[in-house]
């Protein structure tokens, strides 16, 4: 069994001090010896930045189902940062492979709330503004882009645990239809599948 990541891209750059060896070497180790169970990691950045008697590491990892996880760490020296930083990558991976992982979550029929809908005839207050007996509700529009990703409905939630998005819009591997992955207020997660 592989227990350490072979031929992994790292890129360590470091700001306002130059980089040697022996730096570079350790933060090589301590983000080859990261668990490969999952995610398998791609590639690696490593930002390391001395600012004033301030060490600050931050280390970026790009992993396989389009995962980025990225964690930051000020510490009383440059190798102390780094491996409160590696420790909190691990932390991080962990609890999100253990959640995704646990065996007493509830059916997914039972966990799908629906949600009552509404429609809105726009051609009726388009063509006739000032004969609309009530005025619609304002609706308030972010635009984002966002990119839609084929992919099974574990990865979702393991995309979801990762990044500081509401929910995961994304392409079902298993059935083709779009499906929406979000946490409810109760901790547990929902989906709702989009059908065109």
Known sequence: MQTANVNLPIT?????????????????KKIEGL???????IEAKAILDVQKNRFIAEIILYCANHITIEAHTEGKDMYAAIDETIEKIARRMRKHKTRLLKKNRPHRN???????EKYFQEDTVLDHPETS????????????????????????????????RPFVLYKSA??????????????EYASIDVNP
């Open 35 to 41: 668990h490969l169970d999952y995610p398998r990691i």
């Open 110 to 116: 039972e966990s799908i709330r629906y949600l009552d």
């Open 12 to 28: 360590v750059t470091v700001r306002h001090e130059q980089v040697t060896d022996a730096l570079r070497d350790h933060v090589h």
């Open 133 to 164: 007996e009530h005025d619609p509700e304002p609706l308030i529009v972010h635009p984002d882009r966002y990119a839609v990703k084929t992919m099974y409905k574990e990865d979702a939630v393991m995309q979801l645990e990762l990044s500081d």
């Open 174 to 187: 298993r059935r083709g239809c779009l499906t929406i992955v979000y946490r409810r207020k109760d901790g």
